[in-house]
């Protein structure tokens, strides 16, 4: 089963409009992390945010929030005031706890194109 | 501060060659981690250390791949002999600990194989 699920290959907004990228995730670890990471079309990953599971409040970075639904398993990113500088692959992730810790498990992708 | 330094950053060989890809680690982080990028499997861990010792080497794809980190400054991903189905883009990635969430990647270095 995947752990990460980003079923969106990829998503258009206007520019300066808001935007919600999905990422739902499969764990039985009660103490988890989740990660979303940027990839412009140079290449490079560039982390964005992080929400613990035990965490309260929603994360929230600049012009990124991270909308963490526990009971339903979803961490969805919202990038508020979308720029054309936000145009680039998204990658959702997460971390599980136990043997494993440390090690970040990575969804599919969503491909954000922001139009002018 | 410098980053996570790969080298090459592209790298086209023939099938049958050794492929060796090098990383530096940010200076004082003592967790490293290789990922392999590729259009069908997209991001996936190949191993990880945690200073300098090998944690999970279960995402190594097969015995060809070998990783090794003699210090705290450098490691290196060998492939020996490499194939074309190796084709992809090599990630390093770096952090202070296992218990720091921030994973800092390098710029990656692209491989052909032939």
């Known amino acids: 089963a995947q752990k990460i699920t980003q079923t969106q290959p990829g998503m258009f907004v206007q520019e300066k409009e808001a935007v919600t990228l999905d990422c739902t995730y499969d764990?039985?670890?009660?103490?988890?992390?989740l990660f979303w990471y940027k990839q412009p079309s140079s290449g490079e990953m560039i982390f964005l945010i992080y929400?613990?599971?035990?965490?309260?409040q929603n994360a929230t970075e600049g012009r990124y929030s991270l909308n963490f639904q526990k009971a339903r398993k979803s961490a969805n990113l919202v990038i508020s005031a979308s720029q054309l500088g936000d145009s680039a692959m998204y990658f959702c992730?997460?971390?599980?706890?136990?043997?494993?810790?440390?090690?970040?498990?990575f969804g599919q992708g969503t491909i954000l194109t922001v139009h002018p | 501060d410098a980053g996570v330094i790969q080298s090459p950053r592209h790298e086209v060989t023939e099938m049958g060659q050794e492929v060796t890809l090098r990383c530096k680690p940010i200076?004082?982080?003592?967790?490293l981690f290789w990922y392999r990028q590729t259009m069908m499997r997209g991001l996936e861990l190949l191993i990880y250390?945690?200073?300098?010792?090998?944690?999970?080497d279960s995402g190594m794809p097969e015995d060809r791949f070998s990783a090794k980190m003699p210090n705290a400054s450098f490691s290196t991903l060998k492939i020996q002999p490499s194939e074309p189905r190796d084709s992809a883009v090599y990630f390093c990635?770096?952090?202070?600990?296992?218990?720091?969430?921030?994973?800092?990647f390098g710029p990656g270095t692209r491989l052909t194989v032939t």
């Open positions: 929400q613990g599971s035990y965490d309260q």
């Open positions: 764990t039985s670890d009660p103490s988890y992390g």
């Open positions: 200076s004082g982080h003592n967790s």
């Open positions: 992730a997460m971390r599980e706890g136990g043997t494993s810790y440390g090690k970040l498990t």
């Open positions: 990635a770096s952090t202070p600990s296992l218990v720091t969430y921030e994973q800092y």
């Open positions: 250390f945690n200073n300098n010792v090998p944690i999970d």
